[in-house]
């Protein structure tokens, strides 16, 4: 057998009395792994329990080891009747088959039930032998990274970047099974999640086949989510982007367990090229990324024949964006000046690529050349049962035209790429709403070796894939003409160059505003920016950023089957319109011209459809400022120009609230200057010319039409009646504050949970409901002032007619003295200055673990004031809450908060279990709450992931 797991169990505490007679526990233990099974001796007597087991040992195979989590079930023993069960431990063995991973996973893990919650703690040991396995047909995938980061971990540089690779597993539901009529609840929860855990297993190490087929040996940006479809089964999907990892004290990859044929295969001497690369999500003070360029062997001569399985989205099973870095020292101490990066790709060996798309939300500087705009597609379908779990065809034929679509659009936008890639669905009854978003953007894929080209096609087919790539490579005839263009551009790159269209204005297939960039005078930028990736580090702003958002609620008809679809399917367009229009008037009345970070989410229940959009708000300096908001109508009453009044009142109010000091330069942005000659490569002195016919308006004249149909307009009730945030604290809901760079520590993050019913179908409704989620953030973090809410994120959900479900997740973060000035200015009490110095004080304990149980959680990807140390493995956990006493439990509210509070002891367990002190990219990616008040009764789901680090605080 390749691999042997050996587990010990020393110790329970605070077990629960199960024998009232003696207010005592005659506990044991029950060790599974796949169908062996083993227990410990019955401790009689103790709710503390000491076993000091001897090691039990499973001999097992290693894709076992990834798809089965190890289970520890404490019960206690009953001569004459079954044994109680106390609760169960699931624990996932693959942070133990990293290479650099722990050599043991050891310590307290909650005993957790289903139907009581936790009931004590026991301590064990479980430790992994793995047998490297060189067979090149295995089904294991051992040793793969998975990082829930979307941009590069500290510890680690790029070696390259391989793109987009997404798997999917499907099977029954135990709660739509027969059997589960007749069993208990607390049996049919326990089998839905042992289910949850191993499919969870099996889709990485799935994922993690097609990485080594790839040539990487870890998966960034990793997104899984479970799609319960009620009788027609789950569906678990997972995406993510393969790139190769290597430790900056080294330049080899970091590689696998498993011998892969395909990596361990020598490089041409020829296919390494030489540059230096910095992440976009590092400061500046933080070393330089150094990336390896290599082309896979290959792709030498003959493409490679295609491998495509169930699920598979690349033609080409290896594919590779890579860079180097020459080994003479770049360090700290180095003389060496950074030159600008150059991501190469030799033209004769690379692959079209099927899907060119990212999960990165961060990347190296110098591998984005044009950010476009954000690209969306969206569809509807009816579920029906999967009948081969192991042929999952129809679901991945759904998700093949969702991405082919937006694949067009980013094509139609003059793109290479999609950038921050995200899919989504919403499931009602039989309706599942499909959705994937992304930012079109153009990638640096050429270097001295050769020009930057396109990497998209436009079909399925083999043959006219073959065909698009030979008429591609046919067109680059010109080398040297095109390199010396290229290495001109590369020279010249400046902070605005992001803004700029990547297309000839006069060639669009869609109307756009275009004007002359505001830095350079020379290329075109649009007027306005949304993107869903985060603010780049090298990209000039004005100001700080602000948080937008936008909600759309419509009533539908109750229907079913192909017409209810059909309704849904009629509606979504204009729900996406609607909430565009939103966050564009909202965008200007902040005086602002671009959005990051945006997230958009639309549910449909049975009789509501419901969208929700969040984003960054900030003001890029090569972009035209907006034109002021003007309202227009066909029958106004006298309150118009009291709207207007208070629409230009908001505005100067928002300019200075976010510091947009912006000079009359920047502001006349939008208007050409006929006297700077056009130089760019996308427009020429025609279409200059033209533009500057097109501006018909300039000078405080310019304004922003909102075109108003009846008096109490929806729409703009919406955007005036949004409160902001309280002087002092910020708020984003991206990695890092625009504008602010004095962030001091993590303070606390947070999880609010709203339910409730919707007696309106207006979004006055739903605004209101989520402003008052924010002041009521605001109202508890008040004593934190001065602070930032970051990684802000809403998900909403419909679980019964007319309720609403609305779940927020963030962190507060502390600021330092650079900002606390400002606030001493505008604050002169000095009773707010004791307050707010005392509140720093408290921040700090609050923030540093004091000790060595204390786990730090954060949705971001780092830790304020602290170094990464070591990663040591991804979780996922999802677990099953069920009570037959809501009522006693201080009803929804209660339940909700100490089910939350008992799934945080059970990460904080796992972290500290592995040796470390803190869980970052922390999300809730499933939050399912039911209930049935008649009976008191309630079930809710949850499903957590992160990536486990060791840190050092204070360094």
Same mark, same amino acid.
Request: proline share 5%; with cysteine; aromatic share 6%.
């Given at each position: 057998?390749?691999?042997?797991?050996?587990?010990?169990?020393?110790?329970?505490?605070?077990?629960?009395?199960?024998?009232?007679?003696?207010?005592?526990?005659?506990?044991?233990?029950?060790?599974?792994?796949?169908?062996?099974?083993?227990?410990? @001796?019955?401790?009689?007597?103790?709710?503390?329990?000491?076993?000091?087991?001897?090691?039990?040992?499973?001999?097992?195979?290693?894709?076992?080891?990834?798809?089965?989590?190890?289970?520890?079930?404490?019960?206690?023993?009953?001569?004459?009747?079954?044994?109680?069960?106390?609760?169960?431990?699931?624990?996932?063995?693959?942070?133990?088959?990293?290479?650099?991973?722990?050599?043991?996973?050891?310590?307290?893990?909650?005993?957790?039930?289903?139907?009581?919650?936790?009931?004590?703690?026991?301590?064990?040991?479980?430790?992994?032998?793995?047998?490297?396995?060189? &067979?090149?047909?295995?089904?294991?995938?051992?040793?793969? /990274?998975?990082?829930?980061?979307?941009?590069?971990?500290?510890?680690?540089?790029?070696?390259?970047?391989?793109?987009?690779?997404?798997?999917?597993?499907?099977?029954?539901?135990?709660?739509?099974?027969?059997?589960?009529?007749? $069993?208990?609840?607390?049996?049919?929860?326990?089998?839905?999640?042992?289910?949850?855990?191993?499919?969870?297993?099996?889709?990485?190490?799935?994922?993690?086949?097609?990485?080594?087929?790839?040539?990487?040996?870890?998966?960034?940006?990793?997104?899984?989510?479970?799609?319960?479809?009620?009788?027609?089964?789950?569906?678990?999907?997972?995406?993510?982007?393969?790139?190769?990892?290597?430790?900056?004290?080294?330049?080899?990859?970091?590689?696998?367990?498993?011998?892969?044929?395909?990596? @361990?295969?020598?490089?041409?001497?020829?296919?390494?090229?030489?540059?230096?690369?910095?992440?976009?999500?590092?400061?500046?003070?933080?070393?330089?990324?150094?990336?390896?360029?290599?082309?896979?062997?290959?792709?030498?001569?003959?493409?490679?024949?295609?491998?495509?399985?169930?699920?598979?989205?690349?033609?080409?099973?290896?594919?590779?964006? =890579?860079?180097?870095?020459?080994?003479?020292?770049?360090?700290?101490?180095?003389?060496?000046?950074?030159?600008?990066?150059?991501?190469?790709?030799?033209?004769?060996?690379?692959?079209?690529?099927?899907?060119?798309?990212?999960?990165?939300?961060?990347?190296?500087?110098?591998?984005?050349?044009?950010?476009?705009?954000?690209?969306?597609?969206?569809?509807?379908?009816?579920?029906?049962?999967?009948?081969?779990?192991?042929?999952?065809?129809?679901?991945?034929?759904?998700?093949?035209?969702?991405?082919?679509?937006?694949?067009?659009?980013?094509?139609?936008?003059?793109?290479?790429?999609?950038?921050?890639? =995200?899919?989504?669905?919403?499931?009602?009854?039989?309706?599942?709403?499909?959705?994937?978003?992304?930012?079109?953007?153009?990638?640096?894929?050429?270097?001295?070796?050769?020009?930057?080209?396109?990497?998209?096609?436009?079909?399925?087919?083999?043959?006219?894939?073959?065909?698009?790539?030979?008429?591609?490579?046919?067109?680059?005839?010109?080398?040297?003409?095109?390199?010396?263009?290229?290495?001109?551009?590369?020279?010249?790159?400046?902070?605005?160059?992001?803004?700029?269209?990547?297309?000839?204005? &006069?060639?669009?297939?869609?109307?756009?505003?275009?004007?002359?960039?505001?830095?350079?005078?020379?290329?075109?930028?649009?007027?306005?920016?949304?993107?869903?990736?985060?603010?780049?580090?090298?990209? $000039?702003?004005?100001?700080?950023?602000?948080?937008?958002?936008?909600?759309?609620?419509?009533?539908?008809?109750?229907?079913?089957?192909?017409?209810?679809?059909?309704?849904?399917?009629?509606?979504?367009?204009?729900?996406?319109?609607?909430?565009?229009?939103?966050?564009?008037?909202?965008?200007?009345? $902040?005086?602002? &011209?671009?959005?990051?970070? +945006?997230?958009?989410?639309?549910?449909?229940?049975?009789?509501?459809?419901?969208?929700?959009?969040?984003?960054?708000?900030?003001?890029?300096?090569?972009?035209?400022?907006?034109?002021?908001?003007?309202?227009?109508?066909?029958?106004?009453?006298?309150?118009?120009?009291?709207?207007?009044?208070?629409?230009?009142?908001?505005?100067?109010?928002?300019?200075?609230?976010?510091?947009?000091?912006?000079? @009359?330069?920047?502001?006349?942005?939008?208007?050409?200057?006929?006297?700077?000659?056009?130089?760019?490569?996308?427009?020429?002195?025609?279409?200059?010319?033209?533009?500057?016919?097109?501006?018909?308006?300039?000078?405080?004249?310019?304004?922003?039409?909102?075109?108003?149909?009846?008096?109490?307009?929806?729409?703009?009730?919406?955007?005036?009646?949004? =409160?902001?945030?309280?002087?002092?604290?910020?708020?984003?809901?991206?990695?890092?504050?625009?504008?602010?760079?004095?962030?001091?520590?993590?303070?606390?993050?947070?999880?609010? #949970?709203?339910?409730?019913?919707?007696?309106?179908?207006?979004?006055?409704?739903? =605004?209101?409901?989520?402003?008052?989620?924010?002041?009521? +953030?605001?109202?508890?973090?008040?004593?934190?002032?001065?602070?930032?809410?970051?990684?802000?994120?809403?998900?909403?959900?419909?679980?019964?007619?007319?309720?609403?479900?609305?779940?927020? &997740?963030?962190?507060?973060?502390?600021?330092?003295?650079?900002?606390?000035?400002?606030?001493?200015?505008?604050?002169?009490?000095?009773?707010?200055?004791?307050?707010?110095?005392?509140?720093?004080?408290?921040?700090?304990? #609050?923030?540093?673990?004091?000790?060595?149980?204390?786990?730090?959680?954060?949705?971001?990807?780092?830790?304020?004031?602290?170094?990464?140390?070591?990663?040591?493995?991804?979780?996922?956990?999802?677990?099953?809450?069920?009570?037959?006493?809501?009522?006693?439990?201080?009803?929804?509210?209660?339940?909700?908060?100490?089910?939350?509070?008992?799934?945080?002891?059970?990460?904080?367990?796992?972290?500290?279990?592995?040796?470390?002190?803190? +869980?970052?990219? /922390?999300?809730?990616?499933?939050?399912?709450?039911?209930?049935?008040?008649?009976?008191?009764?309630?079930?809710?789901?949850?499903?957590?992931?992160?990536?486990?680090?060791?840190?050092?605080?204070?360094?």
């Amino acid at each position: 057998m390749p691999a042997k797991v050996k587990v010990k169990i020393v110790a329970g505490r605070n077990l629960p009395v199960m024998d009232r007679a003696s207010d005592l526990t005659d506990a044991f233990v029950e060790i599974r792994f796949c169908n062996a099974t083993h227990k410990t @001796d019955v401790y009689r007597k103790s709710l503390n329990p000491q076993w000091n087991s001897e090691w039990f040992k499973f001999e097992v195979d290693d894709e076992d080891l990834q798809d089965e989590p190890l289970q520890i079930r404490v019960l206690d023993y009953d001569t004459y009747s079954s044994h109680d069960s106390i609760g169960k431990v699931y624990i996932d063995l693959n942070p133990l088959l990293w290479q650099d991973g722990p050599p043991s996973i050891s310590g307290w893990f909650p005993i957790y039930d289903t139907m009581h919650g936790i009931r004590g703690d026991i301590n064990l040991i479980v430790k992994v032998d793995l047998f490297t396995d060189v &067979n090149r047909y295995r089904q294991s995938s051992c040793g793969v /990274y998975f990082f829930g980061t979307a941009g590069c971990p500290e510890v680690y540089h790029l070696s390259a970047i391989y793109g987009f690779v997404e798997e999917l597993v499907v099977n029954d539901d135990p709660e739509y099974k027969w059997i589960d009529k007749i $069993r208990t609840p607390r049996a049919s929860n326990e089998a839905r999640q042992r289910l949850f855990s191993k499919l969870s297993g099996e889709l990485r190490r799935k994922i993690g086949l097609k990485v080594l087929e790839m040539g990487g040996n870890a998966i960034l940006g990793y997104q899984q989510c479970f799609d319960l479809e009620g009788e027609s089964g789950i569906v678990v999907r997972g995406i993510g982007t393969v790139v190769a990892l290597a430790k900056k004290d080294g330049d080899a990859p970091v590689s696998p367990h498993s011998v892969s044929p395909i990596r @361990d295969c020598p490089l041409p001497e020829d296919s390494v090229l030489s540059s230096n690369l910095t992440s976009d999500n590092q400061s500046s003070g933080k070393p330089a990324m150094a990336i390896k360029t290599f082309t896979s062997p290959t792709k030498a001569g003959v493409p490679a024949p295609m491998l495509r399985r169930s699920s598979d989205s690349d033609i080409s099973h290896r594919r590779g964006v =890579s860079v180097s870095s020459s080994g003479s020292g770049g360090g700290p101490g180095g003389g060496t000046k950074p030159t600008i990066p150059k991501p190469a790709i030799q033209p004769q060996h690379i692959d079209i690529m099927e899907f060119p798309f990212f999960t990165l939300t961060t990347f190296p500087e110098g591998f984005l050349i044009h950010l476009c705009g954000v690209v969306t597609s969206r569809s509807v379908k009816l579920l029906d049962k999967i009948h081969n779990p192991d042929e999952p065809e129809t679901r991945d034929a759904w998700w093949s035209e969702i991405r082919t679509e937006i694949r067009s659009h980013a094509r139609a936008m003059g793109c290479n790429s999609v950038i921050g890639y =995200s899919e989504q669905t919403s499931i009602c009854d039989e309706i599942i709403i499909l959705s994937a978003m992304g930012t079109g953007a153009v990638i640096n894929l050429g270097g001295e070796s050769g020009p930057s080209f396109d990497v998209c096609t436009m079909s399925l087919d083999r043959q006219t894939f073959e065909r698009e790539r030979d008429k591609l490579n046919k067109l680059h005839i010109d080398t040297t003409l095109a390199n010396q263009l290229h290495r001109e551009n590369l020279d010249t790159m400046k902070s605005c160059s992001m803004c700029h269209v990547p297309y000839n204005e &006069n060639t669009a297939p869609f109307p756009v505003t275009l004007s002359k960039c505001a830095l350079c005078r020379k290329q075109r930028v649009p007027d306005v920016l949304f993107t869903t990736v985060e603010p780049p580090s090298k990209l $000039r702003t004005i100001g700080k950023g602000s948080f937008l958002q936008a909600r759309i609620c419509r009533f539908k008809k109750e229907a079913k089957s192909e017409s209810n679809a059909k309704e849904i399917s009629d509606n979504l367009p204009f729900m996406e319109y609607e909430l565009h229009k939103q966050l564009m008037c909202k965008l200007k009345l $902040r005086g602002m &011209n671009a959005l990051f970070g +945006l997230h958009v989410q639309i549910v449909v229940g049975e009789t509501l459809l419901l969208a929700i959009a969040g984003a960054t708000a900030v003001y890029i300096e090569a972009m035209p400022s907006p034109h002021l908001p003007k309202l227009i109508g066909k029958e106004l009453s006298c309150s118009r120009n009291l709207s207007q009044k208070k629409i230009l009142d908001l505005i100067h109010k928002n300019k200075e609230l976010y510091d947009l000091y912006i000079t @009359d330069t920047n502001y006349m942005g939008s208007s050409s200057n006929p006297e700077t000659p056009n130089t760019g490569l996308s427009t020429n002195n025609d279409s200059d010319e033209e533009m500057t016919d097109l501006d018909l308006v300039t000078g405080n004249k310019e304004s922003f039409i909102l075109e108003i149909d009846e008096e109490d307009d929806e729409g703009l009730n919406s955007v005036l009646m949004d =409160s902001q945030p309280p002087k002092g604290i910020s708020v984003c809901n991206t990695n890092c504050m625009p504008g602010l760079d004095n962030v001091v520590s993590n303070i606390q993050m947070f999880t609010r #949970v709203w339910r409730g019913e919707l007696m309106s179908n207006n979004c006055k409704e739903v =605004s209101k409901i989520c402003d008052n989620i924010l002041k009521s +953030l605001f109202f508890k973090l008040r004593h934190m002032i001065p602070c930032v809410l970051m990684r802000l994120h809403f998900d909403v959900e419909i679980p019964d007619d007319d309720i609403v479900q609305i779940t927020c &997740n963030g962190i507060c973060m502390e600021l330092g003295q650079a900002n606390e000035k400002g606030f001493a200015e505008h604050d002169h009490e000095n009773s707010a200055k004791q307050l707010s110095g005392s509140k720093l004080k408290t921040k700090n304990e #609050v923030s540093i673990p004091s000790d060595e149980t204390s786990i730090d959680i954060s949705p971001l990807p780092y830790i304020a004031g602290a170094q990464i140390d070591k990663y040591l493995g991804n979780l996922n956990i999802f677990c099953i809450r069920e009570s037959t006493s809501i009522r006693e439990d201080g009803g929804l509210s209660g339940f909700m908060h100490s089910f939350v509070s008992e799934m945080l002891a059970v990460v904080r367990s796992h972290v500290q279990s592995l040796g470390g002190n803190a +869980l970052l990219s /922390y999300k809730m990616t499933e939050c399912i709450l039911l209930d049935n008040p008649h009976k008191n009764q309630g079930q809710c789901l949850l499903n957590v992931c992160g990536d486990v680090v060791q840190a050092t605080y204070g360094s």
